[in-house]
C-alpha cells in the first residue's frame, strides 16, 4: 500500500478534503474509504419524510409518509404530522436520555464497587463527597468517606429504579424552576421510568397530541441532564478527580512515531482511566521497551478523549469525525472503545492495517473487533491485558503518516474551577463573572457544544466560536464541539487576543482561555449548575430564562444531542440546532418548539445554518436578555473582518512529523 498517497499536502487525488489534514486534499479514497467519502458517495439524498421528522415506522401497516395539510397523506391509522412529528421527537429524547442513563448507572456501579474497595478506582474529591452526600439528604456527621460513599452510592442506584419520589439533584436548580416543574407535572419520578413510559406513549396507538408529547419528552430529558448526566459527572469527579485547568494538545498530530499509540474512544472513563493507571506500570513500560517502542501513548477519541484530557491532561487524538482518519494514519496499535459514537466502519479502516480494534463492552460489539470484556472489580488486569495486545502489535506497524497537527489547549474548566478562577482564592464565587456582565465588558455566555457531523462544514464551530468571542461573549463548549474548537486554537490563552476588549480585559485579569472546554457529554450538567450560579449569585434575574445566556449545537449528529437540547430548554435556556431540525416536516410543531414553548418553559428551541446565522441569532438572544434586564448600555455589535479572520491563521498549530518507515 502506498501510504505517502493517503495524504497529500498539494491539490489532487480525490479532491476530498480530509479531516485529520484540516487544509490538506488527500485521496486516501484509493486506500483507505472513511466517512468521508461515504458521505460524498452517497447517491441518494436523505430521505425528506425522515429528515423532517414525518415518516412514521411504528407500526406494521406502516411506514406512513406524512405531509402535514394532505388530507391523503395522513397515517393509515390516522396519525397526522404533528403527531407523528412529535412522536418522532420525543422517542428520540427516549434514546438519547437511556444512554446517559445507562452510562450514569455504570458510574454509579463503579463507584459503589469503589467505595467498597472492590476496585481500583479510589475517592479522590472527598470533598465533593459530601457535598454530594448533603444534596442525597444523607446525614454526614462522624461518617469517614468509605461509610458515605457506600450510603451515597447505594442512595443513587435506588434513584434509577425507583416509581416515586423525585430526582435529587433537580433541587440544585434554581428556586422558581423548581416551582414550575412542580407546577407543570415535570419533575421525573424515577430516572429510568420516564424513559420506558416516552418509549410507551410513543407506541403505535398511545400519545397522539403533540403538545402533550413534547411535554412527555421534557420529563424524560430533565432525568437525563438532571439525573443521570449530572450523577455520572459528579461521581466521575469524586472517583477520578474533579478537573483543574490542565494543559494538553489535541489533534490528530498527537499520536507519536516512536510509542505504542492506543487510542480510547466512546464514553464511559472507567476503560480509560485503568488503562492511564496501567499503562504507567513499570512492567507494561518495559514490556513496550522490549519490542522497539519508546513508550506508550494514550491519546483520546470523542468523549472518552474530553474525560481524560479533563482529568488527566492526556491529549485527544481526534474528534467523532475524526475517528477513521486517526486509524488511516498507519500508526495506532489498538483503538480501544466502549459505548457510543463508535462507527462500524472503524472496523474496516482497522483491517487495513495492524490496527487492533477492541471493543470491551457486553453491550457493543463490532464484526471484525476483537472483544476484550473489560472487568471493573479487576480493572488493572483488564487493562493490562489490553496494552500488552496493544504492544504485540507494535512489531507490526508498516509504513505510516502521521500530520503533525495539533494545537495547545488548556481544558479543566469544571464549574468548580470556573467558580475559583473568576471569585478568585479568597472569594469563591461567580459574583465577578456576574458584575462583569452587568457592567457589560462580557455581553453574555454562549455554550457550543454537541456533535461534529460529516454533513456540515467543519469551519462552523470555531467561525461561530471566534465571531462570539469578539463580541464579547464568554463561550464554554463541551464533547466533540469542544476538540473542534480546540484544534482551531480557541482553548488557548492565546486566543484572548482574538476577543473583544472586554472580555480580553476579564480573561486577562484572570488568565482563561476565551472558549472554556467544560467536559463530555454528560458534563454538559455542569452548564446547567454554572446557569444556576449565575442566577443564585444574583443581579441577573430570578431564573435561567433572565440570563443572558444561549446555547447550541451546530452540527448535531446523536440523538444525545436532541435529549441534551430539550433538557436545557425544559430548564430555561435557548437552545439553537443546526443546520437542520428533525421536526422542519410538521410547521405545527416546529412552530410549537420555536414559539409555543415560551409562555410555558420560558425557552425555546431555534434552528440555524450557517456560523453567521448563529451568531446573529446568539447576539440576538443575549442582547435581548440584557435589554430586559435593563443592562443593554455597552457592547455594541463587532462585525468579523478579513483581518480578525486571518489573526487564527498564527494560533494554528500545524505541520507535519513526515512519513514514517
Ligand atoms: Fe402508519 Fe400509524 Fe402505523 Fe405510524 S402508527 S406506521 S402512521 S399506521
Ligand atoms: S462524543 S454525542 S459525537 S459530542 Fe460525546 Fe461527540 Fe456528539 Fe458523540
Known amino acids: 500500500m502506498d501510504t505517502s ?29 472513511t466517512a468521508f ?48 412529528a412529535a412522536r418522532n421527537f420525543a422517542r428520540t429524547v427516549a434514546a438519547g436520555s437511556a444512554t446517559h442513563i445507562d452510562h450514569g448507572r455504570g458510574i454509579a456501579l463503579a463507584f459503589l464497587s469503589a467505595a467498597k474497595g472492590e476496585n481500583a478506582y479510589g475517592i479522590k474529591d472527598k470533598v465533593k463527597l459530601r457535598q454530594t452526600a448533603v444534596r442525597y439528604g444523607i446525614d454526614i456527621a462522624d461518617k469517614d468517606a468509605k461509610d458515605l460513599a457506600i450510603e451515597l452510592g447505594e442512595k443513587i442506584i435506588k434513584e434509577f429504579g425507583q416509581q416515586e419520589g423525585g430526582i435529587s439533584l433537580m433541587k440544585r436548580a434554581p428556586a422558581p424552576r423548581q416551582e414550575l416543574w412542580k407546577l407543570l407535572n415535570l419533575w421525573p419520578r424515577g430516572i429510568d421510568r420516564e424513559v420506558v413510559e416516552l418509549m410507551h406513549r410513543t407506541h403505535m396507538g398511545v400519545d397522539q397530541e403533540y403538545q402533550h408529547l413534547i411535554h412527555g419528552a421534557a420529563r424524560c430529558a430533565l432525568t437525563d441532564g438532571w439525573g443521570a448526566s449530572m450523577i455520572a459527572t459528579e461521581l466521575s469527579d469524586i472517583m477520578f ?64 478523549g474530553n474525560e481524560i484530557l479533563m482529568r488527566r491532561g492526556l491529549p485527544i487524538a481526534g474528534s467523532f469525525i475524526q475517528q477513521e482518519t486517526v486509524l488511516a494514519t498507519g500508526a495506532v496499535e489498538a483503538m480501544v472503545v466502549d459505548v457510543q459514537c463508535v462507527m462500524q466502519g472503524l472496523s474496516n479502516v482497522a483491517g487495513r492495517f495492524h490496527t487492533e480494534l477492541i471493543t470491551t463492552s457486553d453491550k457493543a460489539m463490532i464484526s471484525g473487533a476483537t472483544h476484550i470484556q473489560f472487568d471493573e472489580h479487576h480493572a488493572i488486569e483488564s487493562a493490562k491485558t489490553i496494552l500488552r495486545k496493544a504492544i504485540s502489535k507494535f512489531t507490526e506497524r508498516g509504513k505510516y503518516y502521521i500530520p503533525l497537527y495539533q ?90 487576543s482574538l476577543a473583544g476588549s472586554g472580555l480580553r480585559e476579564v480573561l486577562e485579569a484572570v488568565g482563561c482561555p476565551p472558549v472554556l472546554h467544560m467536559g463530555s457529554c454528560v458534563d454538559n450538567s455542569r452548564i446547567l ?35 441534551i437540547g430539550h433538557y436545557f430548554v425544559a430548564s430555561g435556556a435557548r437552545v439553537i440546532f443546526g443546520p437542520n431540525f428533525p421536526t422542519s416536516g410538521s410547521k405545527v ?25 448563529f451568531a446573529n441569532k446568539m447576539i440576538d438572544a443575549i442582547n435581548m436578555k440584557r435589554a430586559a434586564l435593563g443592562i443593554d448600555k455597552k457592547s455594541e455589535r463587532v462585525l468579523f473582518d478579513m483581518a480578525m479572520r486571518r489573526d487564527i491563521g498564527s494560533i494554528h498549530g500545524v505541520g507535519c512529523q513526515g512519513p514514517g518507515h
Not at 424 to 441: T, V
Open 241 to 304: 478527580g474533579t478537573p483543574v485547568p490542565i494543559r494538553t494538545k489535541i489533534n490528530i498530530g498527537v499520536l507519536k512515531k516512536d510509542e505504542v499509540n492506543i487510542t480510547v474512544h466512546g464514553h464511559e472513563p472507567v476503560v480509560a482511566e485503568a488503562l492511564a493507571m496501567a499503562a504507567n506500570d513499570p512492567e507494561i513500560i518495559a514490556e513496550a521497551k522490549r519490542v522497539g517502542a519508546k513508550g506508550i501513548n494514550l491519546a483520546g477519541v470523542c468523549c472518552t
Open 37 to 84: 467519502h461515504r458521505v460524498e458517495r452517497r447517491s441518494v439524498e436523505p430521505c425528506l419524510f425522515g429528515k423532517g421528522g414525518t415518516c412514521c415506522r411504528h407500526c406494521n401497516m406502516g411506514p406512513c409518509q406524512i405531509i402535514e395539510g394532505v388530507d391523503e397523506m395522513v397515517g393509515v391509522c390516522g396519525a397526522d404530522a404533528p403527531t407523528v
Open 529 to 563: 449548575i454554572a446557569l444556576t450560579e449565575m442566577v443564585k449569585t444574583g443581579g441577573l434575574g430570578k431564573d435561567i430564562p433572565d440570563l443572558p445566556a444561549v446555547g447550541c449545537a451546530p452540527q448535531w449528529m446523536s440523538e444525545k444531542a436532541v435529549a
Open 407 to 496: 494545537s495547545d489547549v488548556v481544558a479543566g474548566f469544571s464549574h468548580e474551577t470556573i467558580d475559583y478562577m473568576l471569585g478568585g482564592r479568597f472569594r469563591d464565587s461567580y459574583k465577578p463573572l456576574n458584575d462583569n456582565i452587568i457592567n457589560g465588558r462580557i455581553r453574555g455566555v454562549a455554550a457550543i457544544v454537541g456533535c461534529d457531523n460529516f454533513r456540515v462544514n467543519d469551519e462552523t464551530h470555531y467561525e461561530l466560536a471566534k465571531e462570539l468571542i469578539a463580541n464579547d461573549i464568554l463561550v464554554v463548549a463541551t464533547g466533540c464541539a469542544a476538540s473542534t474548537i480546540g484544534r482551531h486554537g480557541l482553548l488557548s490563552p492565546e486566543a484572548i
Open 5 to 33: 498517497k493517503r495524504f497529500k499536502d498539494s491539490a489532487g487525488g480525490a479532491n476530498i478534503k480530509c479531516e485529520a489534514c484540516r487544509d490538506v486534499l488527500c485521496n486516501c479514497s484509493t486506500e483507505v474509504v
Open 589 to 613: 410543531v416546529t412552530d410549537y418548539l420555536f414559539n409555543g414553548m415560551l409562555e410555558k418553559y420560558g425557552a425555546v428551541w431555534d434552528v440555524a445554518s450557517t456560523a453567521n446565522d
